[in-house]
């Protein structure tokens, strides 16, 4: 489940290539989930770091506060 909701994310992912050559990702719908990269790739695989380190924290938040979680 976890999994698949990452990887759905992923999926909306948007990515910009800057001006040295060096890229800059980001998940519209996750506030705060960035990323950079040397190259494509290594934004890729920060940004699922980010993503995975962002629904730490909201699972944690969302749990203490009583409520369902990732609305992402």
């Known amino acids: 489940m976890l999994r698949d ?4 994310a992923l999926s909306k992912a948007e990515y910009d290539k800057l001006e040295d050559d060096t890229f800059f990702g980001k998940i519209p719908e996750c506030p705060g989930v960035i990323a950079f990269g040397e190259t494509l790739y290594e934004c890729q695989n920060e940004l699922k770091e980010a993503l995975e380190g962002w629904l730490i924290v909201k699972i944690r938040h969302d749990k203490v506060a009583g409520k369902s979680c990732i609305s992402c």
Request: glycine content about 0%.
């Open 5 to 8: 909701y990452i990887n759905k």
